[in-house]
């Protein structure tokens, strides 16, 4: 009878909002079907890209739906990550510099390898193309959201941690009413981030060459990727407007409700007279469907998933105490036999590693060194470039309300777009000023790095405390004064960060901004990055293998001898919490 009496009084609030909501789940839904039917089709290695715009809605959704899969993956190994690393010592020894390592390789590291054992693990269906897109896409989403939740857990307040003790709250309780909610803020930033990240190789990850196969799926990726190669200028402006579109549409209905329903986890000791709105948020709230869901659906399966875990860890807590002794050598033998199948593993990876490498004779290792050097100057002068233009945009918008309420979305949507689709208008406007690749490629780095500055820019402008900013204006501190010892100081540990993921993103993005397909030619600057997509296109392995060595250790490197000591100067010296 509740029942009954919960479907009438449904039926009686039912609203337009319930209709819009139920619409957008059925047209959910049924592309979802579509996807599904893509990916468990037939293997086809090369799909013909249909250049109508007609065409560019489903391909668009396919990409999109690309995204969030990988984002989901991100999100997981984020959490499970980033909490292993912050709360194991041991572990965390191993797993920093491992980051380390994995986000400084490109994605045409990752790719050659990872698309041919999946498809070789799914020979008669399309799923290893899709999963290997969809990996491709991860690779460039995950890392800042690792480092973000590591971070945040890490920073959390001393008196947080007190109270979930004295509260006795369990693993599962503390992070769920701890934990994730002190990381939330910055974790959503980052996400953000993380899905511009994603989209910037998706011209890649969706069209690529190898040897002498050529890998398509349908997606707007790929849609741009034969409108350059073509020189159809008209196509390219349609991919251009479907992708603005997509990330406009993402933005209105995803993340705004997201960061306005996340404020109230913001950890403040005064509330905050910016609140951000969501018009998106506030209907859903309106809508009797949802509600009805939470309330008849959502809520009792999770307390009854609740009940059945703290049962689950209950009992394993009181066999633990019956068979300690056993458990005890049982975990030991286990630990023992994971590290050595790793081992065994990491030693089965170098030997192949090292057959591949052995077939790079001196001069070509010669080679790798002399470009190697050509793509950091190119990276420095990205970076350097970046920072001179986007610190004064990014503290003019941290710092007024105003301004970041007119500019913050467009920033947002210029930094979430993939800027190799941009690459053909900006080439055309670089050859008309007489400007060659081998400087070109500069400006085309930039395109992809500066939106790590300007962020991490914005967030500590905003982060400066409003007594300190009032006691400059107080003191009559002039403009250069005020700079000098509060701006620069205030802003300069998210500064650092942005200058770290600025470079680990120059360093990606040379593979793609030193090595233009336009039209019928191939524009082609001299660097480790052009190295390494020439050496992907002819199925080169060895040099593939060196040349991504090279990227990475250098990266890892300039971050251990470098960014690390200016992030020690940055917490010793300027952080707000010392």
Same mark, same amino acid.
């Given at each position: 009878?509740?029942?009954?009496?919960?479907?009438?009084?449904?039926?009686?609030?039912?609203?337009?909002?319930?209709?819009?909501?139920?619409?957008?789940?059925?047209?959910?839904?049924?592309?979802?079907?579509?996807?599904?039917?893509?990916?468990?089709?037939?293997?086809?290695?090369?799909?013909?890209?249909?250049?109508?715009?007609?065409?560019?809605?489903?391909?668009?959704?396919?990409?999109?739906?690309?995204?969030?899969?990988?984002?989901?993956?991100?999100?997981?190994?984020?959490?499970?990550?980033?909490?292993?690393?912050?709360?194991?010592?041991?572990?965390?020894?191993?797993?920093?510099?491992?980051?380390?390592?994995?986000?400084?390789?490109?994605?045409?590291?990752?790719?050659?390898?990872?698309?041919?054992?999946?498809?070789?693990?799914?020979?008669?269906?399309?799923?290893?193309?899709?999963?290997?897109?969809?990996?491709?896409?991860?690779?460039?989403?995950?890392?800042?959201?690792?480092?973000?939740?590591?971070?945040?857990?890490?920073?959390?307040?001393?008196?947080?941690?007190?109270?979930?003790?004295?509260?006795?709250?369990?693993?599962?309780?503390?992070?769920?009413?701890?934990?994730?909610?002190?990381?939330?803020?910055?974790?959503?930033?980052?996400?953000?981030?993380?899905?511009?990240?994603?989209?910037?190789?998706?011209?890649?990850?969706?069209?690529?060459?190898?040897?002498?196969?050529?890998?398509?799926?349908?997606?707007?990726?790929?849609?741009?990727?034969?409108?350059?190669?073509?020189?159809?200028?008209?196509?390219?402006?349609?991919?251009?407007?479907?992708?603005?579109?997509?990330?406009?549409?993402?933005?209105?209905?995803?993340?705004?409700?997201?960061?306005?329903?996340?404020?109230?986890?913001?950890?403040?000791?005064?509330?905050?007279?910016?609140?951000?709105?969501?018009?998106?948020?506030?209907?859903?709230?309106?809508?009797?469907?949802?509600?009805?869901?939470?309330?008849?659906?959502?809520?009792?399966?999770?307390?009854?998933?609740?009940?059945?875990?703290?049962?689950?860890?209950?009992?394993?807590?009181?066999?633990?105490?019956?068979?300690?002794?056993?458990?005890?050598?049982?975990?030991?033998?286990?630990?023992?036999?994971?590290?050595?199948?790793?081992?065994?593993?990491?030693?089965?990876?170098?030997?192949?590693? %090292?057959?591949?490498?052995?077939? *790079?004779?001196? &001069?070509?290792? $010669?080679?790798? /060194?002399?470009? !190697?050097?050509?793509?950091? =100057?190119?990276?420095?002068?990205?970076?350097?470039?970046?920072?001179?233009?986007?610190?004064?945009?990014?503290?003019?918008?941290?710092?007024?309300?105003?301004?970041?309420?007119? %500019?913050?979305?467009?920033?947002? *949507?210029?930094? &979430?777009?993939? $800027?190799?689709? /941009?690459?053909? !208008?900006?080439?055309?406007? =670089?050859?008309?000023?007489?400007?060659?690749?081998?400087?070109?490629?500069?400006?085309?780095?930039?395109?992809?790095?500066?939106?790590?500055?300007?962020?991490?820019?914005?967030?500590?402008?905003?982060?400066?405390?409003?007594?300190?900013?009032?006691? $400059?204006?107080?003191?009559?501190?002039?403009?250069?004064?005020?700079?000098?010892?509060?701006?620069?100081?205030?802003?300069?540990?998210?500064?650092?960060?942005?200058?770290?993921?600025?470079?680990?993103?120059?360093?990606?993005?040379?593979?793609?901004?030193?090595?233009?397909?336009?039209?019928?030619?191939?524009?082609? $600057?001299?660097?480790?990055?052009?190295?390494?997509?020439?050496?992907?296109?002819?199925?080169?392995?060895?040099?593939?293998?060196?040349?991504?060595?090279?990227?990475?250790?250098?990266?890892?490197?300039?971050?251990?001898?470098?960014?690390?000591?200016?992030?020690?100067?940055?917490?010793?010296?300027?952080?707000?919490?010392?």
């Amino acid at each position: 009878m509740s029942f009954v009496r919960t479907y009438v009084r449904l039926r009686r609030g039912t609203s337009w909002v319930d209709l819009f909501v139920f619409a957008g789940i059925a047209a959910l839904l049924f592309g979802l079907l579509d996807v599904g039917k893509e990916w468990s089709g037939e293997l086809r290695p090369r799909v013909d890209i249909d250049l109508s715009p007609s065409a560019l809605p489903l391909y668009t959704f396919f990409s999109l739906v690309r995204g969030f899969v990988a984002y989901g993956i991100s999100l997981t190994f984020t959490l499970v990550y980033g909490y292993i690393a912050a709360y194991n010592k041991k572990a965390e020894k191993i797993m920093l510099p491992l980051l380390d390592i994995l986000q400084s390789i490109p994605v045409l590291g990752f790719l050659p390898g990872l698309v041919l054992a999946l498809v070789a693990t799914f020979p008669h269906s399309n799923l290893g193309l899709e999963l290997a897109c969809v990996l491709m896409i991860f690779t460039g989403q995950v890392w800042n959201m690792t480092f973000s939740f590591y971070n945040s857990l890490r920073s959390l307040p001393q008196e947080l941690r007190e109270a979930a003790s004295v509260y006795k709250l369990n693993w599962w309780q503390r992070f769920t009413t701890l934990e994730l909610p002190y990381s939330a803020m910055g974790l959503i930033w980052n996400s953000m981030m993380s899905m511009a990240g994603g989209w910037f190789f998706l011209t890649i990850t969706e069209a690529f060459v190898l040897g002498d196969k050529d890998f398509r799926l349908p997606g707007i990726g790929s849609y741009m990727s034969v409108a350059i190669s073509q020189g159809n200028v008209p196509a390219m402006l349609y991919a251009v407007l479907a992708m603005i579109l997509m990330i406009l549409l993402v933005d209105q209905l995803f993340w705004r409700p997201i960061v306005a329903w996340a404020q109230k986890y913001k950890f403040e000791e005064t509330e905050s007279a910016q609140v951000e709105k969501s018009l998106v948020l506030n209907l859903l709230h309106r809508s009797h469907l949802l509600k009805f869901a939470r309330e008849r659906v959502w809520q009792p399966t999770s307390a009854a998933s609740m009940r059945v875990l703290q049962g689950a860890v209950a009992l394993e807590q009181k066999e633990e105490k019956k068979n300690y002794a056993s458990e005890k050598y049982f975990k030991r033998a286990f630990a023992w036999l994971v590290r050595i199948a790793a081992i065994g593993m990491l030693l089965y990876g170098a030997g192949k590693l %090292l057959s591949l490498l052995f077939d *790079v004779n001196l &001069s070509e290792w $010669a080679d790798i /060194l002399s470009r !190697l050097l050509l793509t950091f =100057l190119r990276v420095g002068v990205a970076v350097f470039i970046g920072t001179v233009v986007m610190i004064p945009i990014g503290v003019a918008i941290g710092l007024h309300p105003s301004l970041s309420r007119i %500019l913050q979305p467009a920033v947002q *949507v210029a930094a &979430s777009f993939p $800027a190799p689709m /941009l690459f053909p !208008l900006v080439i055309i406007a =670089l050859l008309s000023a007489g400007i060659g690749i081998e400087l070109g490629a500069v400006v085309l780095m930039l395109l992809g790095t500066q939106w790590y500055i300007l962020f991490n820019v914005i967030a500590g402008a905003m982060a400066i405390p409003h007594d300190l900013r009032e006691a $400059a204006r107080v003191s009559r501190l002039t403009n250069w004064q005020t700079w000098k010892r509060l701006i620069l100081p205030g802003i300069f540990p998210s500064l650092v960060t942005g200058w770290v993921t600025a470079t680990g993103g120059a360093w990606n993005a040379s593979i793609v901004a030193e090595y233009v397909h336009f039209g019928n030619n191939n524009l082609i $600057a001299t660097g480790l990055g052009s190295l390494i997509t020439t050496a992907t296109d002819a199925a080169n392995f060895g040099m593939l293998a060196a040349g991504v060595i090279a990227m990475a250790t250098t990266v890892v490197l300039i971050n251990k001898f470098f960014w690390r000591r200016l992030y020690a100067i940055a917490e010793n010296r300027y952080s707000l919490n010392k």
